[in-house]
């Protein structure tokens, strides 16, 4: 592929993965709107949300593998074409089930969408330089579209409701007809080397079930609650299954030997808990703005901007240099540093905070430690993948991310409202309580952190600046399979 048109492809693939993020925040904004036109009860109002979490999180890396099979133009055509028109459906919606049946229907769109991006920018962009610069550009639409979907979310929500959906009609469109024009048409590897019906069925059970569990039972009823326990058991047990099918499989869906990438492996575990504690900053922060300091939907999509504009500028600009002077593992640690930091600032937030002295700097500090994490992390998360495979690394990396924003909302949002209502109990003030419970959960998030910083240091190997992204055994493996050939 010529090199202009590749950069055009980027843009394109990275149009369709910004449409997919915006989707998982700009409702946030939206949902007391939702409720008061529609009717929704609080209970059917969370679905709006779990909806597209529980098909969106469970279809990621069914859809990442398909895609290395039957081609990942195809599947992410096919997944943009679901996901505009599940968006009109929704923006249409006259009820609570329509609304949420087609939320439902927006993940399974989204998940087809964004679990081949990553594979198909490796592709275009072997080169590590170029690659790098890349992932940084990828790297900022996936972590920083949560920021920009709440100025958005403001903006439409102030008009209806409904724009935030039906926004999705145009833009859909026009990435279609780009990557219609613009992308090569690719043949995949065949179902028959890898139509593996038992684990595709076992896997994406396992991943629906415990994404639920999370955003539904564990948040609701809480973590020892019999039902939580049964259910994420249950989860478990299909998870288990998948392992044992896929060792035994003669074409397995998911070859287990794409674990043997310490690197790989490594970033997936810090990316699910890194992501958990970064609800601490989003979720938990927009509550904070809201409901103690009294931020309006617009307030409070431009206070999170300078997470936006910070992140877009390392991720665009600088970080595809620092990645390939340092390596990866090295920009890494600093990045989740400075997240760490943004937390523990965020727990001294009091009941009549200021944004310039208690909002601002952390977010300053996120979105600078952001900007370097992310795309050191889509980096390792897709090291060692063989060409093959890169879809269902790709699909992999987005699920590890989805798992711990479900993981991260129920944890702190439980623990949050738990300590609050025990407060209002004892007679604190509504404003205190409130800020007691969020100070709590930025204290969580940043054990999460903490914890995602040891792993970075213990499991994470050191990968040469500049050089290729690969552990020593795939390496060792590459040479013999050479000196194989040579003979």
Known sequence: MPDRKRWLALYVLCGGMLMIVLDATIVNVALADIQQDLGFTSAGLAWVVNGYLISFGGLLMLAGRLGDL???????????????VASVLCGLAINEVTLIAARFLQGVGGAMTSAVILGMIFAMFPDPREQAKAIGRYAFVASAGGAIGLLLGGLLTALDWRLIFLVNLPIGVLVGFGALKILDKDQGAGLKDGADVPGAV??????????????????????TDPVTLGLGVASLVLLAGFVAREATAKTPLMPLKIFRSRNLSGANVIQVVTVAGMFGMFFMGSLYLKQVLGYEPMQLGLAFFPVAAIMGL?????????????????????????????????TQAPVDGSYLLHIFGPMVLFGTGAGLAFPALMNLAMSGVEPDEAGLAS?????????????????LATLSASKTADLMAAGTPANEALTS???????????????????????????????????????????????????
């Open 314 to 346: 390392l991720s665009v600009r600088y970080s595809e240099g620092l990645v390939m002077k340092f390596g990866p593992r090295k920009v890494l640690i600093p990045g989740l540093s400075l997240i760490l930091a943004a937390l523990l600032w965020l």
């Open 395 to 411: 699909g992999l990396a987005n699920t590890t991310m989805q798992v711990g924003g479900a993981l991260g909302l129920a944890v």
């Open 437 to 487: 419970g969020f100070q709590l959960a930025f204290w969580i998030g940043a054990a999460l952190v903490v914890a995602a910083l040891v792993a970075a240091v213990v499991i994470l190997k050191s990968v040469p600046a500049g050089g290729p992204d690969l552990d020593d055994e795939l390496l060792l493996e590459a040479e013999v399979a050479s000196e194989r050939t040579a003979i």
């Open 70 to 84: 039957i081609g990942r133009r195809t599947m992410f055509l096919s997944g943009l074409v679901v996901f505009t």
């Open 202 to 223: 076992l896997i994406t059970a396992a991943l629906m079930l415990g994404v639920y569990t999370i955003v539904k039972p564990a948040a609701e009823y809480g973590w």
